[in-house]
């Protein structure tokens, strides 16, 4: 009787387990699923950036020098033209009244009584007299040959002097030539540069290249100017421009008159509205990225230089698009319709929560999410 209850109780055992597993094999997690809707899509370009003043731009000094006086501070308006900066550089100073001695040094060498000319012309006198009686006596000593007077050793030696005194007074007049030509050249390069010295003692003062505002002063007063290190941050007071960092992935995309869609944490809540303006056609090697310009198609009350932005470049928009969620889309270009039955669709726009369905399915059509 014990081995019948323990055989009925196996068997009981085993039509549960088949029953559970049974039901088990019916009651998976319940797959999502959707239809297409017709709505607006818009897909656009993801960009990060700063504000900029525009005409925005750094003003450095010409030369060398100590900061004497600072003349504007932050946040002061200014006109084109007026000083920001006095540079004391005394070695401007002193390196034009350099040029002004070798100037005139240069001035009494190449004058009509230059010493040096005047040498030369010397120099090409002596050696003329000098061919004139050597020419008499060659000619002298010619005609007593013709005449069977003299040696042909005396005549040989009268034709080398003279052929010696005639190469003297060309190689004298060549001299003198060239250095008149040197010297006039020399003149003519110091002039230029006493001029340009003279010039660069006028750059001492920094001007300002604008009407507009100084946002920064980047110097004070008795430090060390130089042409690499910048003085002040200066740009328009009123109008400002959005400079944008678009990756190389999305730049062949991008051209200017798209509209662009800008929030700022300036402005926490408000969606602004641009237009790109300019694309700048060289990459950045380093962040891989290229420069985009936009402007405020009704710019915001308050800007100022380097606030941050976050915007999308429109790329397309449409209205009425038949759309699904993109994450229903499968290998980019399928959709689920039963529980593994893959469609092929065509897909047009897309942004980061919807794709747009240009054929394979309709409105009525039921996808799965996969």
């Known amino acids: 009787m014990w081995c019948a209850r323990e055989s ?20 998976g997690p319940k797959r ?31 030369g060398s020098g100590i900061v004497a006086e600072v003349h504007v501070h932050a946040g002061d308006s200014v006109r084109k033209g007026d000083a920001l900066f006095t540079i004391d550089d005394r ?29 030369l012309r010397l120099a090409v006198d002596q050696a003329r007299i000098r061919l004139a009686n050597d020419s008499s006596l060659y000619a002298r000593q010619k005609s007593l040959w013709d005449k069977q007077i003299g040696s042909k050793a005396e005549l040989d030696s009268r034709e080398l002097a003279y052929t010696s005194a ?72 009123d109008a400002f421009l959005l400079e944008l960092q678009v990756d190389e992935y999305d730049i062949v995309r991008v051209k200017p008159g798209q509209d662009v869609i800008i929030a700022m944490d300036s402005y926490k809540g408000q969606v602004l509205e641009g237009q790109v303006s300019r694309v700048d056609p060289l990459m950045n090697e380093r962040t891989r990225t290229f420069t985009v310009e936009a402007v405020f198609k009704q710019a915001p009350p308050v800007l100022y230089p380097n606030l941050t932005a976050e915007a999308n470049i429109v790329l397309a928009r449409k209205e009425h698009a038949l759309t699904i969620p993109a994450a229903y889309l499968v290998e980019d270009g399928y959709v689920l319709v039963g529980k593994d039955e893959k469609r092929e669709i065509t897909i047009g726009l897309r942004d980061l929560q919807r794709v747009e369905v240009i054929s394979g399915i309709d409105s009525t059509s039921v996808i799965v999410h996969p």
């Not at 039509?15 to 039901?23: G, K, T, Y």
């Not at 004058?111 to 000319?117: E, T």
């Not at 010039?199 to 430090?223: K, M, N, W």
Request: glycine share 6%; net charge positive; proline share 3%.
């Open 8 to 27: 009925d109780l196996r068997a009981m055992r085993s039509s549960i387990l088949l029953l559970l597993a049974v039901a088990l094999s019916g009651c």
């Open 91 to 119: 070695s401007t100073t002193l390196g034009t009244q350099r040029a002004e001695m070798a100037l005139e040094l240069l001035r009494q060498n190449a004058g009509s009584a230059s010493p040096v000319l005047e040498q």
């Open 166 to 237: 005639r190469n003297a007074l060309l190689t004298a007049q060549k001299a003198q030539a060239e250095t008149r030509t040197r010297l006039s050249n020399e003149l003519r390069m110091a002039e230029n540069e006493l001029a340009l010295r003279r010039a660069a003692q006028g750059d001492h003062t920094v001007r300002s290249q604008l009407d507009g505002r100084v946002y920064d002063v980047l110097i004070e007063r008795g430090e060390l100017a130089n042409p690499q290190r910048a003085l002040a941050t200066l740009g328009s007071a």
């Open 32 to 62: 999502e699923a959707t239809k297409p809707v017709v709505g607006p899509i818009t897909e656009a370009v993801y960009a990060s950036g700063i504000v900029k003043a525009r005409d925005q731009y750094q003003a450095f000094a010409a």
